[in-house]
């Protein structure tokens, strides 16, 4: 039996090139779905891995400073220790400088000078006196200001002509105040150390410069 294929050609070609059309579109949807899918899971993951990293980060960020902290803390106490560790040896220092004190005082004090009283404030002494001249005074200051150990930075604060009776007789004087600093005991050591150093840097080139010589 023959069939006759009563369906026009142009028709059937159009619908098979229409079908295969929108199986393409499907395809291709599908495909960029997966596409999309699996670009948006690999930067899920990455964002992930980012978000670990990040508080990874954080933790040690955060127990840096919390070392760094202690670290400041310890410091604090360190230096605190220390301060009262000076303080406790700058009393102890302390206790004996009124003997310093009178000892320079005998030792600096010129002849002509005559000191009627003193006032101690910390490390800071005001002198009261009289004096046979104003050069007596001056010979006072630069003996306080360098031949001192125990006594620095003389300060005069005031200077006046004045008269001294002894009996019947009447002199004329220059009365005198002034104010010096007296050196803890740890200075006048650390002023003595410094000193020793620089006596000690010329001996020790000199030795070197001999020892080299053929």
Known sequence: MIRINLLPHREAKRKQKQAAFIAMLVLGGLLGVAVVLLVGGWN???????????AALSTENAELDK?????????????????????????????????YLFDE????????????????????VI??????????????????????????????TEVKAATITQGKIVRKAVEFTLAVNIKRARENEEGEDAKDGKGKAPLAGIAKAEGSKP
């Open 44 to 54: 899920a993951s990455r964002i992930a891995i980012q978000e670990q990293r990040n």
């Open 67 to 99: 070392k760094i902290k202690d670290i400041a803390t310890l410091k604090e106490e360190i230096n605190a220790l220390k301060s009262r560790q000076q303080a406790v040896e700058d009393l102890q220092g302390d206790r004996n400088q009124p003997v």
């Open 105 to 124: 005082l005998v030792r600096q004090t010129p002849e002509g000078v005559y000191l009627k009283g003193f006032e101690q404030n910390g490390q800071r």
């Open 127 to 156: 002198l009261n006196g009289y004096a046979q001249s104003q050069e007596r005074v001056a010979e006072l200051l630069r003996n306080l200001s360098g031949n001192s150990p125990w006594l620095e930075r003389p300060d005069l």
